[in-house]
Each structure stands twice: as structure tokens, then as C-alpha cells.
């Protein structure tokens, strides 16, 4: 299993396929994904590497951390796990609402 990094501050012109020529330099890419706006389909300005090895993936991050790609200063660190999303009702985090008798 591979270690994933956390990629901010991206340019919004900056493609998956950039992203993971960037990071190929140094080491093994398993995935590059940019996260985008679910309705205007733009970039949101980070994104996430998967690098094949914690050595890679550590090597990447001292080299890349605060230095320029594509004309920002890129933010590179471990990924965070996601944080579990409240379930139930139409997905507000309310208890649902009770009809009135």
C-alpha cells in the first residue's frame, strides 16, 4: 500500500495528468486526483497523490513543500483520513422533522 498526499494550493489550470508528471520525479505515481466543484465541474485548488511507497511519498514532500508549480507555491503533506459524514435524514444533520397532528 502506497502513502497519499494532500496537494493545496493549486493552480486552477493544472490537470490530473500535470499533477502526476510533477510528482513522477520522484517516485512511482499510483493515482493523482484533483477535486472539483460537483456542480461547475472546476478545480477547488488541491488534490491528492498516492505515491507507491512511504519513501517515495516522504521524498516528494521535503522536495516539493513551498516551492512553485505552475505559478503557486504548492502546500504537500500527508493525507488526513476523511472525516465520517453524518448519516440520516436528507443528509442536513437534523433529526427529521415530525409532521403536526
Not at 500535470?18 to 485548488?45: C, E, N, P, W
Not at 512511504?54 to 514532500?61: I, L, P, S
Request: glycine share 12%; no cysteine.
Amino acid at each position: 500500500m502506497g502513502a497519499k498526499l494532500y496537494v493545496g494550493n493549486l493552480s486552477y489550470n493544472v490537470t490530473e495528468e500535470r499533477l502526476q508528471q510533477h510528482f513522477a520525479q520522484y517516485g512511482s505515481v499510483v493515482s493523482a486526483r484533483i477535486i472539483t466543484d460537483k456542480f461547475s465541474g472546476r478545480s477547488k485548488g488541491f488534490g491528492f497523490v498516492e505515491m507507491s511507497s512511504e519513501q517515495e511519498a516522504e521524498k516528494a514532500t521535503s522536495a516539493l513543500n513551498g516551492t512553485d508549480f505552475e505559478g503557486r507555491n504548492i502546500v504537500v503533506s500527508e493525507a488526513r483520513p476523511q472525516a465520517p459524514r453524518p448519516s440520516g435524514g436528507m443528509g442536513s444533520g437534523r433529526p427529521p422533522r415530525r409532521d403536526r397532528y
